[in-house]
């Protein structure tokens, strides 16, 4: 008989679509035992800064002696990595028990309801299952899409509910405004928790106000004059100073002191709480704290240019990428291996982007959702027409082949950046880490 595959059964293509609602997640988790009973939570809701911000939280709490859950999506090299306990990816062999026993629910539910779980409700509900045989203090879960109707709100409130930096990003789902997308991202909110955003733009801040009020809530926002950001980043670390508390990452985008110090104000909110958690365990979670593919610098080596990694994929992250490009390199122009799915504002990526480019090579990430490589090679030249510099385009039929031919237009010296789609991201780890060409 053919061993059970985890990875393949909730990857299913019959699973793979998204269906907003928590009448499913809900049936399962009450098969399951209601796994989530067992477990106390940090809920965090956002466009951008998510994974960063919940990789501090976590990273604080982990140091302060707690056993954390974390639950991310998408994964950048392996399946694994979404659900993490004390900082190790579940193993293969957990991930099998626990999938066979949310397998065995959710079948049961199609028997009896006709509706069967998607694919992050099934990873939903194997994460759940899986903290809670493992006995976390604490989950650090990371909302999927939304907040409001995502299968990770099926949780009751929170010890705290996080909000990073909203955006316009899935309007189709979402809605078309910012403050249509606060809405959604709020809905995270619920009575008694404390709740966290980072200072959004006027008209989604008196959302998640409102949101909160209705649930008897505060909004509490870092103060971000009190954030000193140090220039450049030496030593592969960036300092910072919050509150007059100095600080030091290894996650070196220009953006990752301000997800830093809404991580900080959750920890006081936590703090309120009862939980214990030393100045000392702040300071070494926030030092250890690392989320690949953020603003990744990799030095020069064996053949390969020195390379910046990031995952910036709408433009807000795009700006986000080009300040962090202009502070650790100044003076510098890249070569851009860009890939972007096609349901994303890439003009506007591109437009953020540009003026520091010397060349910008094209591909595609294995998604089914990704644009042509020669359709984003076409907005490129269309986007950046009537430059006074020529700007090299190149397409590229994979990333191997994209990195080949960044690589040569780089030369010795220069630095190339990989971004656009968290999903080309292990394509390129396995091409720049194997050498292939």
């Known amino acids: 008989m053919t061993p059970f595959d985890p990875i393949a059964y909730i990857n299913e293509p019959r699973w793979q679509h998204s269906r907003l609602g928590l009448e499913r997640i809900t049936d399962l988790l009450e098969r399951l035992g209601r796994p989530q009973d067992e477990l106390r939570f940090v809920h965090v809701a956002g466009t951008n800064g998510k994974g960063s911000t919940c990789a501090f939280i976590e990273s604080i709490l982990r140091a302060a002696g707690y056993r954390t859950g974390l639950f991310t999506s998408p994964f950048i090299l392996r399946f694994e990595e979404r659900i993490r306990v004390d900082g190790l990816d579940i193993s293969l062999s957990d991930l099998g028990e626990a999938t066979l026993e949310v397998r065995d629910a959710a079948e049961a539910q199609f028997e009896e309801t006709g509706e069967h779980p ?27 899409l939304g907040g409001r109707l995502d299968s990770t709100n099926v949780v009751d409130a929170p010890e705290a509910c996080v909000i990073t930096r909203i955006g316009l990003d899935h309007t189709g789902l979402l809605g078309d405004t910012v403050s249509q997308i606060a809405a959604e991202k709020a809905g995270i909110v619920k009575a008694g928790a404390a709740v966290v955003s980072y200072p959004q733009e006027p008209s989604a801040r008196a959302v998640i106000e ?31 100073s919050y509150r007059g508390r100095p600080f030091e990452t290894r996650m070196l985008g220009s953006y990752q002191p301000a997800n830093a110090a809404v991580a900080l104000e959750t920890v006081e909110e936590l703090r309120k709480r009862g939980w214990d958690i030393s100045d000392d365990a702040v300071e070494r979670g926030v030092a ?12 020069a080596r064996g053949a390969w240019p020195a390379t910046v990694i990031d995952g910036g994929h709408n433009p807000q992250g795009a700006c986000a990428l080009a300040d962090s490009l202009k502070d650790a390199f100044p003076g510098q122009s890249f070569t851009f291996v860009m890939s972007v799915l096609a349901d994303k504002d890439y003009r506007a990526m591109i437009d953020a982007l540009s003026p520091l480019a010397r060349a910008f090579v094209c591909t595609a990430p294995d998604n089914p959702r990704a644009l042509a490589a020669d359709d984003l090679a076409e907005a490129v030249r269309a986007q950046t027409e009537g430059r006074s510099v020529p700007l090299e385009v190149v397409v590229a039929g994979d990333m191997a082949h994209a990195l080949g ?11 190339m950046c990989v971004f656009g789609s968290l999903y080309a991201l292990s394509a390129a780890y396995a091409v720049l880490d194997g050498g292939d060409s």
């Open 118 to 144: 998607t694919e992050f409700e099934l990873m939903t509900a194997v994460a759940l299952v899986h903290f809670a045989r493992s006995a976390c203090d604490v989950v650090v879960l990371e909302v999927g």
């Open 210 to 240: 409102r949101v909160a009020a209705d649930a008897g809530c505060t909004v509490v926002e870092p103060d971000l004059g009190e954030l000193e950001v140090g220039g450049g980043v030496g030593r592969g670390r960036r300092a910072f």
């Open 288 to 299: 250890s704290a690392f989320w690949p593919g953020r603003f990744e610098v990799r030095d």
């Open 405 to 415: 031919i960044a690589r040569r237009l780089t030369g010795e010296g220069g630095v």
